[in-house]
């Protein structure tokens, strides 16, 4: 066995001389990890390979009848009318915006407190990112906030749902509607998610003139590999976006625009279709799973677990807490073999890359507490309730 307190060797020596150290102590360890994609894996196997095997027996690889059959059943899940699979959740976004056909000095107002793929793909089509700041409850974009940035250049309005908890697409809705703005969601995190707006339950993407979803492996709904979908109401941005991932063809050899390759394999489409049934029941685990943390880390003065709006039904991509002495913490979790991750260390408006934009540190204050306060906990479906006890022991641990 290698041993997992050191780098993986580049090759394997035929047997280990010397014992692994600390591997005794290893095992004593109840490990949890931050994810467990293989335990999924194992719950599903036999509709997965099967949905598999029927695409490779085929021999059909691109834009298969799966990938229709997924947009269908993605669109249905997100109370939308089309819904247009690509190769990613990046290009997912990327493909929206260039729909925006944006002018150089175009901005783009959205939240520095996200994945990298979110202004990535503002600034990939030429517009300029504008971040602006969250709510310190729930880490999305701040409504007022967002009104205040509006210039006479600001085209659109990028939401992000961050950790699976949807943005406030009532005061977001009416901003964008009252400036002509168009409004995106990044529902990356937040498949099947849901707000009530105007009293009504609303899925991530059903507002939005777009949402965009990724099936990266280790989201909600994760693939064998990338793949991502826009899901949206409009007829005409569908028919657009459904070009423009096919090179910009309107049929074989004739190109109204130029566009991306961009599409979805059928086997992610099968192993996505194979998994669907299930991601309601995986999300209603990660909220059991919630409500035990949230139980469990009541007493400890140091932690803030994640306040849910009472507005929104969370999904719980990730369970991510804020704390005192983060740092630290996060070294005693990974010592006891607790996995936890930051998301996100240093936010994007002070990305060396976006240094030209002139933010600097203190611009976004609570995004800058956020990136010094969140750790990350295990919260993954298949987690046993031992398993999310001893979570709670481990960081009730490091507080004494
Ligand atoms: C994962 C993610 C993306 C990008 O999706 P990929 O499929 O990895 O390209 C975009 N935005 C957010 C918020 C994400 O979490």
């Keep these: 066995m290698v041993c997992e307190f050191e780098p993986a060797p580049r090759f394997i020596p035929p047997a280990r001389a010397f014992p692994c150290p600390r591997e005794s102590r290893a095992r004593r360890l109840v490990k949890v990890p931050l994810l467990d994609l293989v335990s999924q894996h194992a719950s599903v196997r036999s509709e997965v390979e ?3 095997n029927a695409v490779v027996e085929r021999q059909g690889f691109v834009m298969g009848p799966e990938v229709a059959e997924l947009e269908r059943q993605i669109a249905d899940l997100s109370g939308a009318r089309h819904g247009v699979a690509c190769a990613s959740g990046t290009d997912a976004l990327l493909l929206v915006l260039r729909s925006l056909d944006l002018a150089p000095g175009d901005e783009v107002i959205t939240p520095a407190f996200t994945f990298f793929a979110t202004a990535g ?4 089509v030429g517009g300029t990112p504008v971040f602006v700041d969250i709510d310190p409850e729930t880490f ?6 967002t009104e205040a940035a509006i210039t006479s250049r600001t085209k659109a309005i990028v939401a992000v749902h961050l950790y699976g908890q949807m943005a406030d697409m009532g005061s977001l809705g ?3 509607e009252t400036h002509g703005l168009t409004l995106i969601e990044d529902a990356a995190q937040a498949i099947g998610a849901r707000r009530k707006v105007g009293g009504e339950w609303r899925r991530a993407g059903e507002l939005g003139q777009a949402g965009t979803l990724s099936f990266f492996p280790t989201k909600n709904l994760g693939g064998w590999g990338d793949g991502g979908m826009v899901v949206t109401q409009d007829d005409a941005l569908a028919g657009r976006l459904r070009s423009m991932r096919l090179h910009g063809g309107t049929r074989e050899y004739l190109h109204e625009e130029v566009g991306l390759n961009s599409r979805l394999d059928s086997l992610q489409a099968a192993v996505l279709l194979a998994k669907l049934p299930h991601l309601e029941s995986w999300s209603a685990a990660r909220r059991t799973h919630a409500a ?10 140091s932690v803030i677990a994640p306040p849910t709006d009472p507005l929104n039904e969370h999904i719980f991509h990730q369970y991510t ?3 005192e002495g983060r740092d630290e913490l996060h070294q005693h979790l990974t010592d006891n073999g607790v996995g936890n991750k930051i998301y996100y260390p240093l936010a994007l408006h002070l990305q060396p890359c976006f240094g030209h934009l002139g933010y600097r540190p203190g611009s976004l204050p609570v995004t800058e507490e956020a990136m010094t306060t969140v750790i990350s906990l295990p919260i993954y479906p298949e987690l046993t309730e031992s398993q999310v006890d001893r979570v709670v022991e481990v960081v009730g641990a490091f507080y004494g």
């Design 321 to 323: 807490i804020r704390a």
């Design 50 to 52: 099967a949905a598999v």
């Design 121 to 124: 793909a503002i600034h990939n």
């Design 292 to 301: 035990r943390y949230a139980a469990g880390f009541a007493g400890l003065q």
């Design 174 to 176: 009416s901003i964008a």
């Design 140 to 145: 999305n974009l701040d409504p007022t906030a």
